[in-house]
């Protein structure tokens, strides 16, 4: 009798550690399309690649967002903070997306808003390839922070979608090996209490939001009464929005 391949590949999934074996090995025989292909993807998956990165691509707010292995897979959680800046954005708003990563969150706020214009930015030249892919060359820069946008954009932004690293860098370690072995540590490493990064963006954001405009942070739960503090030193209004459904919290900053 010959073996059922899905049966094997769940066999194989599980005794790697795979919690969701049975869903990923249906992705996983769905994207190959020879045996010798279908044995390969299972390699890299059992060796402890992201799923993601062994698929090509992640689900992100319901698109097939294009992620390239080195890349930063796009967390679900993220999908709140997608929620919130198109709750708060206005018609035809001027969008960023910065420490955009793959650009999944450019991505879905452009499928959800009828933006006037969308930005993307990020340091990581592995990252910008692979975001232009899903928004196009012409709206995604390289370069650090706000160096990176066009300069046209300043006191324009309506919506400022910030996934900025967040991690202590003595917590890097204690990551899952698929995000601290697979991913780029810039997209990971938020400095000593995680928060370098996002007290940067948050002083910088005064001189490119629109009045009225909005920053929107994803944050860690103990971080936030910091976080607070930086955005309403940097002269923005802050706001903290926390979501049981997607266990997260985003802090908002308004340009009065």
């Known amino acids: 009798m010959t073996p059922d391949p899905r049966s094997s590949v769940i066999a194989r999934l599980r005794a790697a550690g795979c919690v969701f074996a049975e869903d990923e090995a249906d992705l996983l025989l769905a994207a190959a399309s020879t045996p010798d292909d279908l044995a390969a993807l299972v390699d890299r998956r059992a060796g402890g690649e992201p799923l993601e990165h062994v698929l090509g691509w992640a689900e992100f707010c319901g698109l097939r967002v294009a992620v390239d292995p080195g890349v930063f897979v796009p967390r679900r959680r993220t999908e709140f903070l997608v929620h919130r800046a198109v709750a708060l954005a206005p018609p035809h708003p001027v969008v960023v997306d910065l420490c955009c990563g793959s650009g999944a969150v450019g991505a879905a706020l452009a ?12 340091v990581d030249p592995a990252a910008v390839r692979c975001a232009r892919r899903n928004l196009g060359p012409d709206r ?38 698929e995000a601290r072995d697979h991913e780029p540590k810039v997209a990971l490493d938020g400095g000593a209490d ?18 009225g405009g909005h920053l929107l942070f994803e944050a860690g739960g103990r971080q ?33």
């Open 111 to 122: 499928a959800a808003l009828d933006v006037a214009e969308l930005h993307a930015a990020d």
């Open 140 to 177: 995604v820069h390289e370069g650090d922070l706000y160096r990176a946008l066009p300069a046209g954009l300043r006191g324009r932004v309506d919506v400022l979608a910030v996934n900025a690293p967040y991690v202590p860098t003595d917590a890097i370690g204690m990551m899952p090996p």
């Open 224 to 256: 936030v009464p910091t976080i607070v503090e930086a955005v309403a030193e940097a002269g923005l209004v802050p706001e903290v929005t926390e979501s049981d459904e997607w266990h997260t919290t985003v802090v908002t900053g308004t340009r009065a």
């Open 194 to 211: 995680g928060l370098d990064v996002l007290r940067r963006v948050a002083l910088g954001a005064p001189d490119w939001l629109a009045p």
